[in-house]
């Protein structure tokens, strides 16, 4: 009895992990992970069928809501034109530019693309079953996706949200940094860093000098290696540690640079790295 009840949890369980994968499964593909209980990309494909299934349904009710109110309609118009016609209208025959039955066919013809794409329910419908269907592929091709609607007002809410972080950032990292004043350079002994031989200190970042760029001076050529920060009584510096290089090295990325005079003293009290 009890190994039935454990199996009757884990069967209950797994079903429960599966219909919560369902839903996941139309959230951002960068959010799956963080569910790596449920079976999320399994069910993409389950999700699109029945998103596929219920866009369908919704656009068959949506077009004959819509297809009697306003059939209706055309037909009540098409009365009222045809009496006030009437006695303008020739025995045998009619005026070019009359109401006719023509017009109601016509509108027919052109009923389901009305309702599916200029009224509410029709354009939902038109979005669950386009989606789904594309999702669908999307799955059977080895590339899962989520919902693209959710995943648009992810990205743009990440994107507007990223860069009024970033500008946050920057700004408080300016303050920190105070205002700009000319490079230094130093000694790898003044910072205690073995085998550098110079540390360029920077009151503020420079994009292109990344790691292993070659930092190329009229008199000796440097490879850069990890930069790092320092917490200076005059503020927030970058510190870039460069060690020579050897006379046959092959420079394939450099940036050119005016080395300032290196100084050589020990470090000022005051400084914490």
Request: net charge positive; aromatic share 8%; charged share 20%.
């Given at each position: 009895m009890h190994m039935r009840?454990?199996?009757?949890?884990?069967?209950?369980?797994?079903?429960?992990?599966?219909?919560a994968a369902f839903f996941l499964s139309l959230l951002p593909v960068r959010y799956w992970d963080r569910f790596s209980a449920c079976p999320v990309s399994r069910m993409v494909l389950p999700s699109a069928i029945v998103t596929f299934v219920a866009g369908v349904f919704i656009q068959i009710w949506n077009?004959?809501?819509?297809?009697?109110?306003?059939?209706?309609?055309n037909v009540d118009v098409f009365l009222r034109a045809a009496e006030r016609q009437a006695p303008l209208t020739p025995p045998g025959g009619h005026r070019p530019g009359d109401v006719t039955?023509?017009?109601?066919?016509a509108g027919g013809i052109a009923m389901p693309f009305v309702t599916a794409l200029a009224t509410p329910w029709g354009l939902v419908a038109t979005y669950l079953t386009l989606s789904s269907l594309v999702r669908g592929i999307a799955r059977i091709v080895d590339d899962p996706r989520g919902d693209f609607l959710l995943s648009g007002i992810d990205?743009?809410?990440?994107?507007?949200?990223?860069?009024?972080?970033?500008?946050?950032h920057e700004h408080a990292r300016l303050q920190a940094e105070g205002p700009a004043v000319p490079d230094r350079a130093v000694t790898g002994a003044w910072l205690?860093?073995?085998?550098?031989?110079?540390?360029?200190?920077?009151?503020?970042?420079?994009?292109?000098?990344?790691?292993?760029?070659?930092?190329?001076?009229?008199d000796v050529w440097y490879r850069l290696g990890e930069p790092f920060e320092l917490h200076l009584a005059e503020g927030l510096r970058t510190a870039?540690?460069?060690?020579?290089?050897?006379?046959?090295?092959?420079?394939?990325?450099?940036?050119?640079?005016t080395m300032p005079p290196v100084v050589e003293a020990p470090p000022p009290p005051g400084p914490t790295a």
């Open positions: 009840g454990q199996a009757s949890d884990h069967g209950i369980g797994a079903v429960l992990r599966s219909l077009y004959f809501i819509y297809a009697g109110l306003m059939t209706a309609a039955s023509l017009h109601i066919q990205a743009l809410g990440r994107g507007v949200f990223g860069r009024a972080r970033r500008r946050r205690g860093q073995p085998g550098v031989d110079v540390v360029v200190i920077a009151s503020r970042r420079k994009p292109e000098w990344l790691p292993g760029v070659f930092v190329l001076t009229d870039y540690p460069l060690s020579m290089l050897p006379t046959n090295e092959i420079v394939r990325r450099g940036v050119r640079y």
